[in-house]
T-cell receptor
Framework: ETGVTQTPRHLVMGMTNKKSLKCEQH?????MYWYKQSAKKPLELMFV???????ENNSVPSRFSPECPNSSHLFLHLHTLQPEDSALYLCASSPGGNSYEQYFGPGTRLTVT | LAKTTQPISMDSYEGQEVNITCSHNNIATNDYITWYQQFPSQGPRFIIQGYKTKVTNEVASLFIPADRKSSTLSLPRVSLSDTAVYYC???????????????FGTGTQLKVEL
């Protein structure tokens, strides 16, 4: 039980669709993250939110739009994606401060057709 | 960011001790060393974190020499379920307001056989 949940677990969408990924953490953490993991590639950090404010954006295309309405919820809004955006999208949270321990959710397997 | 280098893959057998070494020659004074484990199609799981000397928990041990330019993750008596990718990360500075920025490399694929 990681305490970080993600929905949906699997998503297939067309390039013209708009969808959202949801992440929820029940750990009382201050920071939340979105990562992308493509096949046989390292995890790529996409966004970092700390205390509900975005503090890091690793030059992610604008077709990915994050939203953090409160410290427990994180969304990733998707629109006009490309097939190369197909990947495992992982959400994580951490207590903040100087802890490097991040708790990951199970991920959303996204396929763009 | 301190770069890490670790073997691409390792093979072992059940019941053996496995040691995975990671090089981080340009580690900064304030950096911590963290190891994660990842199974296919799952998110990584934190294993252990250390700054110097030795750290041990119920899962693994982490050995860090005095110069801190390398570290070794030790998994005692591995089983088939330990087959996974193991990532060595050198901690970046904490971000303002909390949170941190971890950079994952390609990791070490450990395969445990009977």
């Amino acid at each position: 039980e990681t305490g970080v949940t993600q929905t949906p677990r699997h998503l297939v969408m067309g390039m013209t669709n708009k969808k959202s990924l949801k992440c929820e953490q029940h750990l009382g953490h201050n920071a939340m993250y979105w990562y992308k993991q493509s096949a046989k590639k390292p995890l790529e950090l996409m966004f970092v939110y700390s205390l509900e404010e975005r503090v890091e954006n690793n030059s992610v295309p604008s077709r990915f739009s994050p939203e953090c309405p409160n410290s427990s919820h994180l969304f990733l809004h998707l629109h006009t994606l490309q097939p190369e955006d197909s990947a495992l999208y992982l959400c994580a949270s951490s207590p903040g401060g100087n802890s490097y321990e991040q708790y990951f959710g199970p991920g959303t397997r996204l396929t763009v057709t | 960011l301190a770069k890490t280098t670790q073997p691409i893959s390792m093979d072992s057998y059940e019941g053996q001790e496995v040691n995975i070494t990671c090089s981080h020659n340009n580690i900064a004074t304030n950096d911590y060393i963290t190891w994660y484990q990842q199974f296919p199609s799952q998110g990584p799981r934190f294993i252990i974190q250390g700054y110097k000397t030795k750290v041990t928990n119920e899962v693994a041990s982490l050995f860090i020499p005095a110069d801190r330019k390398s570290s070794t993750l030790s998994l005692p008596r591995v089983s088939l379920s330990d087959t996974a990718v193991y990532y060595c990360l050198v901690g970046d500075i904490g971000l303002t307001g909390g949170g941190n920025k971890l950079t994952f490399g390609t990791g070490t694929q450990l395969k445990v056989e009977l």
